[in-house]
């Protein structure tokens, strides 16, 4: 089936109210029902969901025409940590201007505000990028991408602990090999 507004995109459900085939774009579940975009706009209007309205007055996916709503303004650490991974991964493509850290001299500055301008402005943007089911699931996902970000900074650490040691341990075998004239025999193949 296709969508009835989309007639190009597969539908992903139908309305509850209305019947009409919706894609993810035209869907909002409230109450584990699914409505068309319509049919929230009109219950709104007429004021038949009291208390349910984080879902139909906060539509996300709808660029600079979704408004953003107040719980989930704030810091992004996702977007702050991984920047243009976080960014595909959100269609946010303004992070990918984070890759032009690879000029040299100045690319350190490129990075660096990129960092600050995606934690600061990060879920706004990710909210007005990608269609959500509700404020719980970005949350939920935007709390995934930040504890990915951290997990990928301490492998980082651990590595470069890792490879530090392993040049001490290299430059404290070479300044002893003299020490030890029977060397090659305890390495044997040399």
């Known amino acids: 089936m296709k969508c009835t507004v989309h ?15 919706v894609c993810p774009e035209c869907k909002a579940v409230i109450n584990g029902k699914i409505y068309c975009n319509s049919c929230v706009s009109a219950r709104l209007d007429s004021g038949a969901w009291p208390g349910q309205a984080d879902v139909a007055i906060y539509p996300s996916g ?5 408004s953003v709503p107040p719980e989930i303004r704030g810091w992004n650490w996702g977007g702050f940590l991984l920047t243009w991974i976080w960014g595909i991964g959100n269609n ?12 040299p001299s100045v690319g350190w500055i490129v990075r660096l505000t990129m960092r600050i301008i995606l934690g600061i402005k990060g879920n ?24 990915f970000g951290v997990g990928l900074i301490v492998l980082q650490i651990v590595l470069m602990i890792a490879v530090i040691a392993l040049v001490i341990s290299l430059y404290m075998i070479g300044i002893n090999i003299d020490r030890y004239p029977n060397w090659r025999s305890i390495l044997p193949g040399l």
């Not at 990710?126 to 709390?143: N, P």
């Open 92 to 103: 946010v493509w303004i992070a990918l201007i984070a890759l032009l850290g690879i000029i």
């Open 62 to 66: 709808m660029g600079s025409g979704s």
């Open 124 to 147: 706004e943007w990710a909210w007005q990028s990608k269609r959500w089911e509700s404020v719980e699931h970005f949350k939920r996902v935007q709390r995934t991408w930040a504890w």
């Open 7 to 21: 007639t190009d995109r597969d539908a992903a459900g139908v309305c509850s109210s209305c019947g009409r085939y």
